[in-house]
């Protein structure tokens, strides 16, 4: 539920807390903040010191080096120069809902412990000078050496008008020997006579209250629990997940790779409640029940759900549920909810998300809520659909969802771009949705509604198609093209020309056969213009392997993952989106990728190991994929599934989600295999 980092920045939409090129530490946060280009809610900070008292963020930064710095998944370790002399070793450990601390000083006078309670708030990404200030509380309890408070800090707040939780925490500017106050720029603090040597610090923090603080405080980390114990048992925690994939033939580097991807895919969406209730920003009220946060659905549907599938199998009812819970608190499904919804990106790919779950075997969610929200986000438009434009953080509108769906697409099949912002890839990822909502229909014996939406998917993919450039193209509501530049959603006529994944073999059939789209795809990364720094790119390699020039797709997948992805500070090309860019990696690693994500299957491409043995949770029966010399034979030569040959370069989940066998057999020039490919609707 909470993040606890080292804070080396005051964070807001497009800046983190902590920045690697950074040299000095300001406090330890407790961090809400889900990716890069979101807001934070209701963080708390603690900050050691020692001599003046140094409540502001400027005042109170200390000196480090990263040589002196420890970073694992369970601990961190800080050396720090203390401002008057001295030095501080900060280390840190935590649970979901608690941060450890502990705090040694040497050679420092009147050591003290503050907490930020609340603290100018940055409003948008654009001007770092745009703030608000957040009123909250804070109490010193001596006696029961506490300090807790409330912060109702949130960023996005002007995106989506809705209710703004304060975040409840237990725990040490106040005057000296005054416990409590309320109001903005507040901090208090705890000081120890200058013998003291060490100081630990127990942070807890509620979205629902004060005294739910202290229940999750001792529920995760009683009183006496030493640091080390709780850095234990979140390693433990972590090696039940890491330890489940074992990799043979793979460098230091491709290790660390890959285990800290495994690491990022396993962070979202995070833990919204609280033992059996938690807090819904949609209706400011309390509910029972399971929740989660963090939903960035427009990156994460492509492959992240799919490795969550495989390796967090528990979580997934758990996760439509929440989302169900959202529609029902909401009115709709999360697009890219941070506590609550944001307006973020485009498209209803929680449909997506659903129709994945149920296809792939899921229970334990309501169903008839699951299908009454997905049919909502595709029948329904939001409010003042004709007129509103729906622009990239648009302030103070209404849900977004699907906008466009009444003004233009339910009518003539596609969005128009001079009644809405990126009009094109709104109309090639309804479409998308559309396809899944039938897949769900179809799961569901809704025999009309499955042909209804199956119809529209596939009517409207190509209305934007201009057969005179060969690419995707905006059109207006008159239906004449807007030009090829506009309308696009993190990406260009390029990548998104080749974002119709339910129907490939349109696709190819409109370029002219497999030959003349190979030739397409070719001129696509010769060019320059394959942009794996954002999510559309990520299935466009595996589309050779869809039309017929499978060893092209291993090329260039190997290529994409030597270039994109390395083991320093700067080892993702782009955001991680929510897990997204680590999943893009693990999945080619083991040699497939789901690029239909609704389709059950996965398109083959080239693994990197010898040898990859995975624990599934799932099953009692481990997935081993075997491919000898592959770290220097890249290209596909044969492959079976469970003893059966693959002519094909396709598998599908039901052959791998019990465990079994893939067996590769590798060269290093390219192969023949994969060629001949046979479409099934």
């Given at each position: 539920m909470?993040?606890?980092v ?7 939409v ?17 961090t809400?903040?889900?990716a890069i ?17 140094r409540?502001?963020?400027e ?30 070793f ?12 502990r ?21 948008g990404?654009?001007?770092?000078n745009?703030?608000?200030?957040p ?23 002007i995106i ?22 309320a109001?903005?720029m ?20 509620s ?12 529920k ?27 990799l ?15 690491f ?13 209730k ?20 427009w ?8 490795w969550l599938?495989?390796l ?31 307006n ?32 909502k ?12 434009l ?20 339910e ?7 001079d ?8 109309t ?8 899944a ?31 005179a ?8 509501a008159?239906?004449a093209w ?12 390029w ?27 070719d001129?696509?990364?010769?060019g ?15 589309l ?24 320093t ?31 059950g ?33 890249p290209y ?6 469970n ?8 598998i599908?989940?039901d ?9 590769f ?7 023949a ?9």
């Amino acid at each position: 539920m909470t993040r606890w980092v080292a804070q080396t920045r005051m964070n807001y939409v497009s800046v983190t807390p902590y920045n690697y090129t950074d040299t000095s530490i300001h406090g330890f946060q407790g961090t809400h903040q889900p990716a890069i280009w979101m807001g934070e809610s209701g963080q708390v900070t603690v900050c050691p010191g020692a001599g003046k008292i140094r409540s502001k963020f400027e005042d109170r930064g200390m000196a480090f080096n990263h040589e002196r710095e420890t970073v694992s998944a369970s601990y961190y370790s800080v050396e720090l120069e203390a401002i008057e002399g001295g030095k501080i070793f900060a280390e840190q450990s935590a649970t979901s809902r608690v941060g450890h601390l502990r705090f040694t000083f040497t050679d420092t006078s009147y050591p003290y412990v503050l907490v930020e309670a609340t603290r100018p708030s940055v409003i948008g990404s654009s001007n770092p000078n745009n703030l608000t200030y957040p009123e909250g509380s804070i109490v010193i309890d001596p006696e029961h050496r506490e300090i807790c408070g409330s912060n109702p800090e949130r960023q996005d707040y002007i995106i989506a008008p809705v209710s703004t939780p304060a975040t409840n925490w237990s725990g040490g500017s106040l005057a000296p020997n005054q416990t409590g106050s309320a109001g903005t720029m507040l901090s208090a603090y705890a000081t120890f006579r200058s013998t003291l040597v060490q100081v630990n610090v127990r942070v807890a923090v509620s979205f629902i209250s004060i005294d739910q603080a202290r229940q999750n405080l001792e529920k995760e980390i009683p009183d006496g629990q030493s640091l080390e114990e709780t850095a234990r048992s979140t390693r433990v925690a972590w090696v039940e997940k890491l330890d489940r994939i074992k990799l043979v033939g793979a460098t230091k580097e491709q290790k660390e790779i890959f285990y800290t991807g495994f690491f990022h895919t396993l962070q979202y969406p995070y833990e919204q409640d609280e033992y059996g209730k938690y807090y819904s920003g949609y209706d400011d009220s309390i509910h029972e029940g399971i929740s989660y946060t963090g939903y960035s659905v427009w990156d994460t549907y492509r492959a992240e759900w799919a490795w969550l599938i495989l390796l967090a199998p528990e979580r997934i009812p758990g996760m439509v549920q929440s989302m169900i819970q959202d529609y029902r608190e909401g009115g709709w499904l999360p697009m890219w909810k941070n506590i609550i919804e944001t307006n973020i990106m485009v498209a209803t790919h929680a449909d997506s998300l659903v129709a994945e779950a149920v296809l792939k075997g899921f229970t334990g969610f309501d169903l008839d809520a699951a299908w009454n929200a997905v049919y909502k986000d595709a029948t329904v438009p939001p409010i003042n659909d004709t007129t509103t434009l729906y622009s990239d953080r648009e302030e103070f509108v209404d849900y977004e969802v699907r906008a466009g769906l009444s003004s233009v697409y339910e009518q003539k099949g596609w969005v128009a771009d001079d009644i809405h912002s990126e009009s094109a890839s709104r109309t090639l990822d309804y479409s998308y949705d559309d396809f899944a909502v039938s897949v769900l229909a179809g799961l569901l014996n809704k025999t009309n509604e499955q042909l209804f939406f199956r119809e529209r998917a596939m009517n409207n993919l190509f209305t934007i198609f201009n057969p005179a450039t060969g690419f995707m193209e905006a059109r207006n509501a008159s239906g004449a093209w807007a030009g090829s530049d506009n309308g696009w959603t993190e990406g260009d006529k390029w990548a998104y020309t080749l974002d119709v994944v339910h129907d490939i073999p349109g696709l190819i059939e409109r370029k002219g056969g497999n030959k003349s789209f190979v030739g397409f795809l070719d001129e696509h990364f010769d060019g320059g213009h394959n942009d794996h720094t954002n999510e559309p790119s990520h299935h466009i390699p595996y589309l050779y392997s869809l039309a017929s020039a499978a060893s092209k797709s291993q090329t260039r997948v190997r290529q994409i993952a030597e270039s994109d992805y390395n083991a320093t500070v700067n080892g993702l090309s782009g955001n991680e989106d929510c897990g997204q860019m680590s999943a893009w990696y693990l999945f080619s690693a083991l040699g497939f990728y789901p690029v239909n994500p609704v389709s059950g299957e996965y398109v083959v491409g080239s693994p990197f190991f010898d040898k990859v043995s995975i624990d599934l949770p799932s099953s009692s029966k481990k997935l081993e994929i075997i491919s000898l010399g592959a770290p220097s034979k890249p290209y596909v030569y044969s492959l079976s599934v469970n003893g059966r040959n693959v002519e094909a370069p396709i598998i599908r989940h039901d052959q791998i989600a019990q465990g079994g066998v893939l067996m590769f057999e590798m060269r290093d020039t390219p192969q023949a295999w994969g060629s001949e490919l046979t479409f099934q609707g």
